[in-house]
């Protein structure tokens, strides 16, 4: 029987609450969680270990299965929701006795690289649907190619640089005659101490001048860019053609007004549903037709001056930060988009 296949990681709330609404309308799906290898057939009652590779057969061409699960089948829609999965946990063959910890560690290595190859081919070339939500192999973008590309689409974004010194931060801060802000390059940071009683996460800060003094003269390369004097934030969901913008008033709130990830849970950030300027629309569809993303979450500032500067997109990013403040119920609305074309032939 032709499924829906839900591609995600076991502790994914929304996909838990997209799941709940094929459970109320009984449409067969299939969840696969990718991160604690576990394969869900609703329909069928199926719980099977996956991605452990125990039993596996591919013929080319012919079929792809893992675990007795078929991999050829087609599906009326798949939800890359959380396509990622890591090898670290995967079984590793053993290896001969006395082999050097540099030849062990370089086998080891050789095997995860070949794992991740399969799942590529797995995921890339076996799996198909009429209808797809998101990426199957690429879940993240490079942060200073999206800025560039969004440059070149004359989307607006803030002055950046990426320097190594501090001689290169002042002569920065001279040329946009403003304070400065630093982000990740990659992702932010988020861990726990040894003792697991306190969470460290990386934020973007502004760089005042009791941070600055501390700041050694060389330093590993950083992103740097201009601090923009913001009316609001704004957070974007895209899936498909349909934009879900809420607007963030972080801007009052010294706590959150440099990155209103530092929520006040006793003064919480007023919230609105917005909707983006139809040019930056188009242009924003571009983009994501450039990157090949047809889903995402989207982060935005109006400035004072009326401006709207694009900061980056997240391909995964959570979207019930916007569904549930401004009622726009976008759970409910990503199973319809999912199950669409089962509708128009029933």
Same mark, same amino acid.
């Given at each position: 029987m032709d499924?829906?296949?839900?591609?995600?990681?076991?502790?994914?709330?929304?996909?838990?609450?997209?799941?709940?609404?094929?459970?109320?309308?009984?449409?067969?799906?299939?969840?696969?969680?990718?991160?604690?290898?576990?394969?869900?057939?609703? #329909?069928?009652?199926?719980? &099977?270990?996956?991605? %452990?590779?125990?039993? *596996?057969? =591919?013929?080319?061409?012919?079929?792809?299965?893992?675990?007795?699960?078929?991999?050829?089948?087609?599906?009326?829609?798949?939800?890359?929701?959380?396509?990622?999965?890591?090898?670290?946990?995967?079984?590793?063959?053993?290896?001969?006795p006395g082999l050097s910890r540099f030849l062990l560690n370089k086998i080891r290595s050789n095997q995860k690289s070949e794992l991740k190859e399969l799942y590529k081919y797995i995921f890339n070339s076996s799996l198909q649907g009429s209808v797809v939500l998101g990426n199957r192999l690429k879940t993240r973008v #490079?942060?200073?190619?999206? &800025?560039?590309?969004? %440059?070149?689409?004359? *989307?607006? =974004?803030?002055?950046?640089?990426?320097?190594?010194?501090?001689?290169?931060?002042?002569?920065f801060q001279k040329e946009v005659n403003n304070s400065?802000?630093?982000?990740?390059?990659?992702?932010?940071?988020?861990?726990?101490?040894?003792?697991?009683?306190?969470?460290?996460?990386s934020y973007t800060n502004e760089l005042t001048e009791s941070i600055l003094d501390k700041i050694p003269d060389y330093f590993s390369p950083s992103l740097v860019q201009e601090r923009v004097e913001k009316d609001f934030e704004i957070r974007t969901f895209v899936m498909g053609e349909n934009f879900y913008s809420m607007a963030i008033f972080s801007q009052n709130n010294e706590k959150t007004a440099v990155d209103f990830r530092r929520y006040d849970r006793k003064k919480p950030n007023r919230n609105i549903p917005?909707?983006?300027?139809?040019?930056?629309?188009i242009k924003i569809k571009e983009l994501l037709k450039i990157i090949g993303f047809n889903t995402g979450s989207i982060d935005i500032i109006k400035s004072k001056n009326g401006k709207y500067y694009f900061l980056e997109i997240n391909s995964v990013g959570q979207f019930g930060m916007v569904s549930k403040p401004c009622n726009y119920n976008i759970e409910y609305h990503i199973y319809k988009y999912l199950t669409r074309n089962e509708e128009k032939t029933s």
């Amino acid at each position: 029987m032709d499924k829906h296949l839900i591609v995600t990681q076991d502790r994914d709330g929304s996909s838990n609450e997209v799941c709940n609404w094929f459970y109320r309308y009984n449409v067969p799906f299939k969840r696969l969680n990718l991160d604690s290898y576990k394969i869900i057939d609703r #329909n069928n009652d199926l719980y &099977l270990d996956y991605f %452990n590779f125990d039993d *596996i057969d =591919i013929s080319i061409p012919g079929k792809t299965k893992v675990n007795d699960e078929n991999f050829t089948e087609k599906y009326i829609s798949i939800w890359y929701r959380r396509p990622s999965a890591s090898v670290e946990n995967m079984v590793i063959d053993q290896t001969e006795p006395g082999l050097s910890r540099f030849l062990l560690n370089k086998i080891r290595s050789n095997q995860k690289s070949e794992l991740k190859e399969l799942y590529k081919y797995i995921f890339n070339s076996s799996l198909q649907g009429s209808v797809v939500l998101g990426n199957r192999l690429k879940t993240r973008v #490079n942060k200073l190619e999206i &800025l560039s590309l969004a %440059n070149k689409l004359s *989307i607006c =974004i803030p002055k950046t640089r990426v320097i190594s010194k501090k001689s290169q931060i002042l002569e920065f801060q001279k040329e946009v005659n403003n304070s400065l802000i630093t982000k990740s390059i990659y992702e932010p940071i988020a861990a726990m101490d040894d003792d697991l009683k306190q969470r460290h996460i990386s934020y973007t800060n502004e760089l005042t001048e009791s941070i600055l003094d501390k700041i050694p003269d060389y330093f590993s390369p950083s992103l740097v860019q201009e601090r923009v004097e913001k009316d609001f934030e704004i957070r974007t969901f895209v899936m498909g053609e349909n934009f879900y913008s809420m607007a963030i008033f972080s801007q009052n709130n010294e706590k959150t007004a440099v990155d209103f990830r530092r929520y006040d849970r006793k003064k919480p950030n007023r919230n609105i549903p917005f909707t983006l300027p139809e040019e930056l629309t188009i242009k924003i569809k571009e983009l994501l037709k450039i990157i090949g993303f047809n889903t995402g979450s989207i982060d935005i500032i109006k400035s004072k001056n009326g401006k709207y500067y694009f900061l980056e997109i997240n391909s995964v990013g959570q979207f019930g930060m916007v569904s549930k403040p401004c009622n726009y119920n976008i759970e409910y609305h990503i199973y319809k988009y999912l199950t669409r074309n089962e509708e128009k032939t029933s």
